[in-house]
């Protein structure tokens, strides 16, 4: 198989199924709808979604039952993005080479559109007719864990106490498995069971997912040191400028590499049983480690 | 029956749900989940539970089973009213006689808690094994439109949209049945399903939440005019004073009052056919209207 195929494809899929489930521009009050979607069509990797996809079709899934979890996942990650860029959080101007929601709509609007879009993420689970409703309340759940308290926003309070703090490596990878690795860990969770995934390989799937997320946030880390700005659309070397504690700031260039290979070697062992149809998993772990953006 | 016992009992008996369905403060990361526990313990009137816990009761349900819905209304409007204090919002110091949750917690946790909060009502929405997958999933979504971009969060935008401006009557009320109405429409939707109500049933006390909604939006109007300010707990006048067109600035005060009254009349003409059950609902349409805080 081709990745950069498969993830042309699946994006466009995705692309589309968000244009449809978000209300559209001339909807009132245009200015949020307006502000809702100026940030889920920034140009997003959509990373979150294809491995709910890519998970769904290893258990034998198709693409259309998962497309509405996979789209609320987006739709998460968006919100958690808006609110992170706040001045009153990482005050960010740019994100993927584009004024942040609040440089464009204001911070009032910027605040209201991530709200929207957290909300309306569960407004799809629950409406989407996708499958039998036990399975649907039980993805709704887990993906409701992952967002909270117990997981993305519960990452996210930590990451911002622990700014200009020297951190051990455990610390740092706690807060990294819950901001960042609990929503992508969610995705393959999502995907295995809407594809009706047995238990084993539900656990295979989950601790592939586990493994990938560190991998993504390590390879984040190390593009912040010697990524391109073009590519990755916002200012590298911020996080050593705001004082955080990164893999590369603990552990240095070269065994951060290697860290993020080891996870990538681990996720693809946890694919061994899963035959061809874990193909395009297998293809992104690699993805996630060597890309460069 | 006797109202004032009534609110009181089911009053603990939510706070006592609250207490137990939200995550403890010596759970990392504790200042979250202290901030979350700080605005839902802040002596609210839990005026959107206690609306769905009659709701249940009058279609004959028992109060357990709505006990999660009723909580987790409770836990997105606490979280409306912290994202709303925000500088970047409303800019409110105070709420019922105490300092806001950014004035205790700063701006990035009380977003981050306001995050929190409506998440984990999904986490408890989806969770709570709490009758027929089907019908929670429906409660689950109603409530998630209620409180979205075409409800909560949608009247909130345009009502932002407005200050300062020139209002007419039906643009005024189209505000206040997306940002306050909504809500309370959904406490009683959510309620009459969970109860087992007929369609008929349904109808009416969804009838009932939308014109009781409206109630409250005057009432609360009218208060900022004439309340007093120790009974409150805010600043009586604030409305005029961030030129806010308001049913008092629009109707003046003895119209106002007339249109919480006919209101009121609609509401409890809605519940005609219901019978004893449907008791505490009359009564609380009264004390809608009649409160002094």
Do not use: W
């Amino acid at each position: 198989m081709d990745l950069k195929q498969y993830l042309k494809k699946h994006t466009q899929t995705v692309d589309a199924a968000l244009e449809s489930y978000l209300p559209g521009e001339d909807r009132l009050p245009q200015s949020l709808h307006k502000a809702m979607r100026y940030s889920i069509f920034a140009g997003g990797k959509r990373i979150r979604p294809l491995l709910a996809i890519a998970a769904c079709e290893a258990a034998g899934g198709h693409v259309d039952a998962v497309l509405p979890v996979a789209c609320a996942l987006e739709m998460i990650h968006t919100y958690s993005l808006i609110h992170d860029d706040l001045p009153a959080m990482d005050n960010d101007d740019f994100r993927r080479g584009r004024p942040t929601n609040h440089k464009v709509f204001g911070d009032a609007n910027a605040i209201l559109a991530g709200d929207a879009l957290l909300t309306e993420a569960f407004v799809l689970l629950s409406g989407a007719d996708s499958g039998p409703a036990e399975v649907r309340l039980q993805v709704l759940h887990l993906v409701a864990r992952a967002a909270g308290c117990a997981g993305m926003v519960g990452g996210q309070v930590l990451d911002m106490e622990s700014e200009g703090k020297q951190l051990d490596l455990p610390t740092l990878e706690y807060i990294h498995i819950h901001k960042t690795g609990a929503l992508i860990r969610a995705a393959l969770d999502a995907g295995a069971l809407i594809g009706g995934a047995r238990q084993e390989t539900q656990r295979q799937l989950s601790r592939y997912g586990e493994l990938i997320g560190l991998a993504f946030q390590i390879t984040d880390d190390i593009l912040d040191v010697v990524g391109d700005q073009s590519e990755i659309g916002k200012d590298v070397g911020s996080d050593a400028a705001r004082g955080k504690a990164t893999y590369v700031s603990l552990l240095g260039l070269p065994q951060s590499r290697q860290r993020a290979n080891e996870l990538r070697h681990l996720a693809l062992e946890s694919l061994a049983d899963l035959g061809l149809a874990a193909e395009p998993l297998r293809q992104i772990a690699n993805y996630v480690v060597e890309r460069t953006s």
